[in-house]
């Protein structure tokens, strides 16, 4: 079965620290991977994907990802985090047989403080 | 640059009612996704039709049925509604070829 789990509830980080939210992936075929971002009361908005090619992934707000076969990860990561970066964050994968299905983790609320 | 359309954004219902939710997608956007988000939980899959056609299946109970029209918008039929049905539900929208959905902003759903 696919499946993502993000070990962390809630992520807290100083403004201009360095970031990382986890992700971690278990599926059967070739993983396509995602991340999300939520703000309040808001839809999910897409951040960036990992399909092939680059372990690293370069996406929207500065956010990057790195996909980690071995270790079966694809964290997110930000060099200096912002303030206005405090959301909630979910990791997704998409099934590589069947490709309407999402996977999505429980989320991590990261919070930036000044 | 368009994007996902969902509408009502807020609808306030009774328990044993029925509701309606539609969604637009993006231009060319052939596949359409429903997800059901309860307060802080994460997006759970519903259902979703590709070239309108019912595509996959998730945790979508009996009591709701979904359709994609000829022009790509979708609805999302809800009878028989219950209290635990109150959340947030997002539509979303992707081109077959490529991987990423585009969510719309949701329809915050509530039973009294």
């Known amino acids: 079965a696919q499946s993502v789990a993000q070990p962390e509830d809630q992520v807290n980080v100083a403004e201009g620290n360095p970031l990382t939210v986890k992700c971690t992936y278990s599926v059967s075929g070739n993983p396509y991977l995602f991340w999300y971002v939520q703000y309040p009361n808001r839809g999910l908005q897409f951040l960036l994907k990992?399909?092939?090619?680059?372990?690293l992934v370069k996406g929207s707000y500065g956010f990057e990802a790195e996909f980690n076969k071995s270790q079966t990860s694809f964290h997110l990561k930000k060099p200096s985090a912002l303030v206005s970066d405090s959301a909630l964050y979910f990791c997704?994968?998409?099934?590589?047989?069947?490709?309407?299905?999402?996977?999505f983790g429980s989320g991590t609320k990261l919070n930036v403080k000044p | 640059a368009a994007g996902v359309i969902q509408s009502p954004r807020h609808l306030i219902k009774e328990k044993r009612e029925t509701a309606t939710l539609k969604c637009y997608p993006i231009p060319r956007h052939d596949t359409v996704y429903w997800y059901q988000q309860g307060p802080g939980q994460d997006p759970q899959f519903l259902i979703s039709?590709?070239?309108?056609?019912?595509?996959d299946k998730g945790s979508i109970p009996d009591r709701f049925s979904a359709q994609q029209f000829s022009d790509y918008h979708s609805e999302l039929n809800m009878s028989s509604l219950e209290l635990g049905d109150s959340a947030l539900y997002f539509c979303a929208s992707s081109f077959r070829l490529t991987n990423e959905q585009f969510f719309g902003p949701g329809t915050r759903l509530t039973v009294l």
């Open positions: 990992y399909i092939t090619g680059d372990n």
């Open positions: 039709f590709y070239e309108k056609m019912q595509s």
């Open positions: 997704a994968v998409r099934d590589s047989d069947n490709f309407n299905k999402f996977y």
